[in-house]
């Protein structure tokens, strides 16, 4: 019998097919997508912070991969009652790799378990539970156990400060509620993987919660394409339809109440057209005042922020593309700003900015609550951009309007009114070509390269795909709005 991680304990409570394949088919689990494993590097990056909270601390088995040896270095450490990195324990059904415990006493330890999360979820209690059985099954007495994650009012001044970056919650009495369930559970788990087959497990809001499982594409694909799940703000009622054998859009019993955005799917799945409001459309493009301005902006936002006068997850705009249209008709002028080097982005940011988006005519974004963000945020930590902030802000147009109210909805676009899903359905134009197709790619390679030992040749090839990727936002924003017109008629 394998012994169960804290990983796989999660799992485990999670779903029991996914605990089943995580042990009897991992392969058939995919391998983290480049944005999943950037959350892992950076918990990476904020558990290393946290171990200055102990700086006389041990790693222990630094390098080491063989579980049975790290145990044995730990026993060896823990004689020296100072402060320990990743001891590793074991008991009959589980182990356990602690992040940091700290020596009380003559004989306790306090377990503190660290957390890139900037508030303590419930999840993180289960995470505990199970350290502190393994421990106490290993002859370890444990007095307190820590949550350590990331304080959200932190503002980086200087060097980062790990007693004002964490903060740092007893639960002790919580993790106590739960360990009289630890055994009970890892018995049934053991009992799980020995199954020959995998457990059936119908889909259910555990599938997201408390994370997205890694099977949820295996799980769903028995869905049609137009599921009921793809309907707008459907929440848990899609669940109530599956019970009842209703899984496709087009199947919804008569009498079904659906709200006027659903009922515009409906219509759209039915009939496989784009639902079309001229009215509401004509509305909207009359607001428009010459010369258009398409912007979108790119943003970096690490866990322990890299710039003074910035929090965590804080975003940090590096980039932007603007489309400039002087009249209808006219081709686009393309502007542009990519940051270069290390050094804080932002001034230079807005100064370019400023300087190519004029004096007036609209400006137009998709998802305008993003980028008036990221400028009030410049604003505030550079004032005398302030005016210039809000006296532009009067002229910002959300071109996401149109599809979040539904007065243009194709059925291709499967519920998402995201620039992604709108373009190709109404232009028939999307991302496919490009390297670079979606945001949080485009942050994560820029910051790797940016901050990261590459070659030049690298980041000079990564920062060309940057400049395809977002131009290609706001390029996509004019071919929307040309087809927004030929349909307002």
């Not at 009970?184 to 259910?204: C, F, K, N, T, Y």
């Not at 019993?253 to 759209?268: D, M, T, V, Y």
């Not at 982005?345 to 990221?374: C, T, W």
């Amino acid at each position: 019998m394998p012994l169960i991680s804290k990983t796989a304990y999660l799992q485990g409570l999670q779903c029991p097919k996914l605990l089943w394949y995580r042990f009897n088919q991992k392969d058939a689990i995919p391998e983290p997508d480049a944005l999943t494993q950037a959350v892992f590097d950076q918990g990476h990056e904020v558990g290393d912070l946290a171990k200055r909270l102990f700086p006389e601390g041990i790693e222990v088995g630094a390098g080491i991969t063989d579980l049975n040896q790290t145990i044995k270095l730990t026993q060896q450490a823990l004689e020296l009652r100072r402060p320990l990195y990743e001891a590793a324990f074991a008991s009959k059904l589980a182990y356990a790799r602690c992040d940091i415990l700290n020596p009380v006493g003559v004989d306790r330890w306090d377990l503190f378990e660290v957390k890139s999360s900037t508030s303590a979820k419930p999840v993180y209690l289960h995470d505990l539970a199970l350290q502190v059985r393994v421990l106490r099954d290993a002859g370890v007495r444990v007095r307190r156990c820590v949550l350590v994650y990331v304080n959200k009012d932190f503002v980086r001044h200087g060097d980062v400060d790990p007693q004002e970056f964490f903060i740092r919650d007893d639960m002790t009495d919580a993790v106590d509620e739960l360990l009289p369930d630890v055994e009970d559970h890892l018995d049934q788990m053991a009992d799980i993987i020995r199954l020959d087959e995998s457990p059936e497990v119908a889909i259910g809001p555990h599938c997201d919660n408390p994370y997205t499982c890694p099977l949820h594409d295996l799980c769903w694909s028995y869905l049609p394409e137009h599921s009921v799940f793809t309907l707008v703000r459907m929440g848990a009622k899609g669940f109530k339809l599956l019970e009842q054998g209703v899984r496709a859009i087009r199947h919804l019993p008569e009498g079904f109440k659906l709200s006027p955005a659903q009922q515009i799917q409906r219509q759209a799945v039915i009939t496989g057209k784009p639902q079309v409001n001229k009215t509401a459309l004509a509305v909207f493009l009359k607001r428009l005042k010459y010369p258009l301005h398409f912007l979108d902006f790119e943003t970096f936002a690490p866990a322990i922020p890299v710039y003074d006068g910035t929090g965590p997850y804080e975003a940090v705009p590096f980039q932007f593309s603007l489309h400039v249209q002087q009249a209808p008709g006219v081709e686009p002028q393309h502007f542009m700003y990519l940051a270069e080097g290390t050094a804080d982005p932002r001034r230079e940011f807005m100064e370019r900015l400023q300087a190519v988006l004029g004096d007036h005519g609209s400006i137009l974004v998709y998802n305008a609550a993003f980028e008036k963000a990221v400028l009030s945020g410049c604003a505030e930590l550079l004032p005398e951009f302030q005016p210039w902030v809000d006296g532009i802000k009067h002229r910002i147009v959300d071109l996401l309007t149109p599809f979040k109210s539904f007065h243009y909805y194709h059925p291709n676009q499967h519920g998402s009114a995201s620039i992604k899903a709108v373009m190709p359905a109404i232009t028939g134009r999307g991302y496919g070509e490009l390297d670079i197709q979606e945001g949080g790619t485009a942050s994560l390679e820029f910051f790797r390269v940016t901050f990261g030992n590459v070659p030049n040749t690298e980041r000079q090839r990564v920062r060309r795909q940057l400049v395809e990727y977002c131009g290609r936002d706001t390029e996509g924003m004019v071919w929307i709005l040309d087809e927004l017109r030929k349909l307002a008629g």
